[in-house]
């Protein structure tokens, strides 16, 4: 069985501070990884995703992430936040079986203070 | 532009109502999927549908009911048997089930009075 967690369920930082969202995943085949984000009563956007290749991802607003899999990591990183990403953060996990099956973690609620 | 709509953005139910959620797409996605979202608990998958006429039950699937009669329309009821079923509710869609990029809805916050 798969699974996801994300190691942080609230991240507070200071604006223009760096930042990492950690996300581990269990597996034993082949997986797509996602991050997705949702601003306040709104839906999910999707951020970045890896599906082969580079294991550096770069996706929207300036963040990273960057795929491990001898940690079966996927963390999510900013060099420098602004108060606009203050959000929930989740990270998901797709396994390329028959049929379909992605899990979402818990998510990480980011806030970014003055 | 293409997208998902969701309707209503909030909406009340009485104890022992059936309300539907109703969740329409004009991306020709032929996957549709509706999430429920509580505090701290992330994203559970309720149903989902592949193609027209045809549906599967996700993971708390109890107290809920769906249909999928047209490509673009997916709406969610949600029975008196649900015991609790004040929550955030999501539809997304997707290209098909082997693309597992989704696109999402603005959500239904569904709280019962």
């Known amino acids: 069985a798969q699974s996801v967690t994300q190691l942080d369920s609230q991240v507070p930082v200071f604006e223009e501070a760096p930042v990492e969202l950690r996300c581990n995943y269990s597996?034993?085949?082949?997986?797509?990884l996602f991050w997705y984000v949702q601003y306040p009563n709104q839906g999910l956007q999707l951020l970045l995703k890896?599906?082969?290749?580079?294991?550096l991802v770069k996706g929207i607003n300036g963040f990273e992430a960057e795929f491990n899999k001898s940690q079966t990591s996927f963390h999510l990183r900013k060099p420098s936040v602004h108060i606009s990403d203050t959000a929930e953060y989740f990270c998901?996990?797709?396994?390329?079986?028959?049929?379909?099956?992605?899990?979402f973690g818990a998510g990480t609620r980011l806030f970014v203070k003055a | 532009d293409g997208g998902i709509t969701q309707s209503p953005k909030y909406l009340f139910r009485k104890e022992g109502q059936n309300v539907t959620l109703s969740c329409e797409q004009n991306?020709?996605?032929?996957?549709m999927y509706w999430y429920r979202q509580d505090p701290g608990q992330g994203l559970r998958l309720i149903y989902y549908?592949?193609?027209?006429?045809?549906?599967q039950k996700g993971d708390i699937a109890e107290g809920y009911s769906v249909s999928r009669e047209k490509k673009e329309s997916f709406p969610l009821t949600v029975t008196s048997a649900q015991k609790n079923p004040t929550a955030f509710y999501l539809c997304?869609?997707?290209?098909?089930?082997?693309?597992?990029?989704?696109?999402f809805g603005s959500g239904t916050r569904l709280t019962v009075v």
């Open positions: 997304a869609s997707s290209i098909g089930t082997g693309s597992t990029v989704y696109t």
């Open positions: 597996s034993s085949v082949s997986v797509y």
């Open positions: 890896y599906l082969s290749g580079s294991t």
């Open positions: 998901a996990v797709s396994v390329a079986l028959r049929g379909f099956k992605t899990i």
């Open positions: 991306l020709n996605h032929d996957a």
């Open positions: 549908s592949q193609i027209v006429n045809d549906f």
